[in-house]
């Protein structure tokens, strides 16, 4: 079975726009001495998740 060209195209600009939205929604916000541990370690657990995404897609 081949696969278009075109269709590996849309796959990367889809894939593409879906890791945009991720990093929208999940931007790191600063972090302030109120902050609790609990909510310091929910970012950073964000933060990681997005940069293993784009770890993973650069590595293919």
Do not use: C, H, W
Not at 13 to 20: P, S, Y
């Amino acid at each position: 079975m081949k696969i278009s060209p075109n269709t590996l195209r849309l796959e990367d600009e889809r894939i593409d726009a879906l890791v945009k939205r991720i990093e929208d929604n999940f931007r790191p916000s600063p972090i302030l001495p109120s902050d609790s541990i609990e909510k310091i370690m929910y970012q950073a657990g964000q933060a990681s998740v997005i940069e293993y995404i784009k770890n993973q897609l650069k590595d293919e």
